[in-house]
Nanobody, 121 residues
Framework: QLQLVESGGGLVQPGGSLRLSCTVSGFTLPYYAIGWFRQAPGKEREGVSCISSSGDSTNYADSVKGRFTISRDNAKNTVYLQMNSLKPEDTALYYC??????????????WGQGTQVTVSS
C-alpha cells in the first residue's frame, strides 16, 4: 500500500529553521518525483518545491527561493525540506506528494496527511 508520512513540523520563531521529512513506503522511491505543498487557513494549497526522481532537477516557489532546500535520500526512502529564515507567512499545513513519474511535471499520484508548521513569536 502506497503511503507517505510527513514529520518535523512544529512551532518556531521567525527567523528559525525546521527540517521536514517525507518517508514513503509501498512504492519504489527512486523512480518518482516528490513534491512539497502547503495550505494556510483560508487559502488554496500551493506548490512549494519539487525534486525529480534522480535529484538532478529541483524547483521552488518564488516565495521560498533562497530559504528552502529540497533533497532526497533514496536509500532511506525519504525526501527532506530544509526550511530556513522562516516567516510568519510560512505558517501552513505542509504535505508531500508523489508524482506519477520521474518528473515534477507529472501529475500527483498520492498525498501524505500533512505536518503543521507554525511560525510565531
Amino acid at each position: 500500500q502506497l503511503q507517505l508520512v510527513e514529520s518535523g513540523g512544529g512551532l518556531v520563531q521567525p527567523g528559525g529553521s525546521l527540517r521536514l521529512s517525507c518517508t514513503v513506503s509501498g512504492f519504489t522511491l527512486p523512480y518518482y518525483a516528490i513534491g512539497w505543498f502547503r495550505q494556510a487557513p483560508g487559502k488554496e494549497r500551493e506548490g512549494v518545491s519539487c525534486i525529480s526522481s534522480s535529484g538532478d532537477s529541483t524547483n521552488y516557489a518564488d516565495s521560498v527561493k533562497g530559504r528552502f532546500t529540497i533533497s532526497r535520500d533514496n536509500a532511506k526512502n525519504t525526501v527532506y525540506l530544509q526550511m530556513n529564515s522562516l516567516k510568519p507567512e510560512d505558517t501552513a499545513l505542509y504535505y508531500c506528494a508523489v508524482r506519477h513519474g520521474p518528473y515534477c511535471s507529472d501529475y500527483v499520484r498520492s498525498w501524505g496527511q500533512g505536518t503543521q508548521v507554525t511560525v510565531s513569536s
